[in-house]
């Protein structure tokens, strides 16, 4: 009898000590979600419940252009890969299996419409896995730091942002705008390879960024300052990629490019010109081809407007020649008049041929000014047809 009872005890704990060693390999309750919102029949949800999915993950829901319009399993998809980037997650499981392009366009929107994602890095690609069908069922972040380095960026970038758009109180959406425009264009050096050039972290901190940087990062103010806005993606003739950004001032939505207001002559930058503050759709986008991820809700809004133009605005706007020298001389009237140190002009169909006229107009309105002569160095701007004229006058 003792010796049943023996073996019986035996038994007993080395049940125990299994049951114990099987536990370790068990999944965490992470993981275990994670398996049970993988399969769309056992976690099926109504277009409602998707929607509040959506507005839990992101509280600003409405201001994210491209994200708001999205529905059904894409949305909540979406959800899914947001929270697996932001807690760092090497493997994110796909609430249904969902074609290739379906998330190249999802991670499009993970660059473009969430620019506080400075972590992963989608240039260094992600990994897919598929199933039988050939449908993507997980994806495999990269990430450009670690947990604690994005918390310290983070935290350095947002602290800057709201610095600047906390200088912007009390003023009009416009205004607001030319501030983050003025801001941004005056803080960093245009660099295609530097580390975090495409987020705004490099804008903001490092001091370096490119076209896709300057434009998640001006969209990252403008929410701050809840001014619509969203990043457009297109090619251009060439095949070479391209980004900007829209925004809605005055109830019209325009474009605003600020990487085309950065240019440099032998290492100098130069001045900011405002030339890209609010151009028409149809100036802006000729000559490039916007993104599938850009269009797939159909057109992106735009206007035909320039009434809030920087230079419209200004009262620096041409549309002639003749218009543009005439302008001309009454800005050197009034710059003369206040002594400054710049004006500039603007017009998307003639400033070509009023360059070609500049070194005459001038001279000529020597002739008849209070002023001896004016020193000056010209600044042109091709891509937004503006010409900054830096000035001294010799009274």
Known sequence: MKKLWLIFCCLFLASCTVAQDASSFAPSSREISSEAVSSAEESSLSEEEI????????????????????????????????????NFEVQCLLTTPLAEEDVD???????????????????????????????????????RMSKKVYKNYYAETERTLDEICG????????????????????????HAKAANCNNAYGLLIAKTARCEGIARTFLWAMRKLNIPAFCIMANNADGDSHSWNAVQIGGEWYDVDITHDDYYDDGEKFPIAYGSVNLPADFKRRGYTLWDACTAFGDLPQTDSVKDNYHVRMNAWYTTAEEGEALLRRLLDEAESENADHLSLQSLTAWEALDKRLPQVIDDWCQTAACRSVNYTA????STGTIYLKLKFNF
């Open 167 to 190: 200088a912007a109180r009390g003023m009009s959406d416009f205004e607001a705008e030319c501030l983050v425009y003025r801001e941004l264009i005056s803080r960093y050096t245009y």
């Open 105 to 143: 366009q999802l991670l499009i929107y993970l660059d473009y419409d969430c620019p506080e994602l400075i972590q992963y890095d989608s240039e260094m690609g992600w990994g897919l896995t598929r199933n039988s069908e050939g449908l993507v069922t997980s994806v495999i972040p990269s990430y």
């Open 51 to 86: 929607r509040a999915l959506a507005e839990r993950v992101f509280p600003d829901l409405e201001q994210r252009f491209y994200i708001r319009q999205l529905r059904g399993e894409m949305l909540r998809n979406l959800c899914v890969l947001y929270e697996a980037c932001q």
């Open 379 to 382: 600044y042109r701007y091709p």
